[in-house]
């Protein structure tokens, strides 16, 4: 099994130290030659979705990530990454538009801007590092909600789609990995 993620901007290397501690093997999408051979997962990490999104645009990765996205590649976007998956963004265009939510950026003001807490992921309890993060205000019918923090959607799955408002990256816990994993394994 080899998971690509997207290594433009943002916290990729910890995406790749934490798959390497499941023994998964990991490698960095920074240009079209890289999403070249075979692999089975995608990581959208954290960071600057703005940034992010004119890199997939001027590297020309936006339009085969999207396909591959579309036919049913598992994606784990994470922060950012589930601003870019997102089908609408509040006051913003869509970037992949793939996953049925709508999502709120810098969603908990400034004060309030970055915490830690420990809550519920799929009936585990996890703790949950969010960073200027964005929540779910809107999910679609096939949408699964797997966690929410004070009443706001912060972990979704949408068949071959997972996304966390939340950093797991930046934590000792593998859980969202186990998770993620399953479903490229269910699809292989
Ligand atoms: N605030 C960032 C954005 O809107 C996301 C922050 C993060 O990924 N930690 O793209």
Redesign the pocket.
Known sequence: MRIGVLALQ?AFAEHISKLKQINVEAFEIRQLKDISGHFDGLILP?????AMRKLLGDLSLYGPLKEMIQNGLPVFG???GM?LLAKEIEDEEPCFGTLDITVK??AYGRQLGSFRCVDEFTGKEIEMPF????YAERVGEGVNVLSRIKGKIVAVQQDNQLATAF?PELTNDTSVYEYFIKMVENRR
Do not use: D, K, L, Q
């Open positions: 943002g954290g960071g600057e979705s703005t994470t922060c950012a601003i950026r810098n960073i200027r993060a964005p950093h």
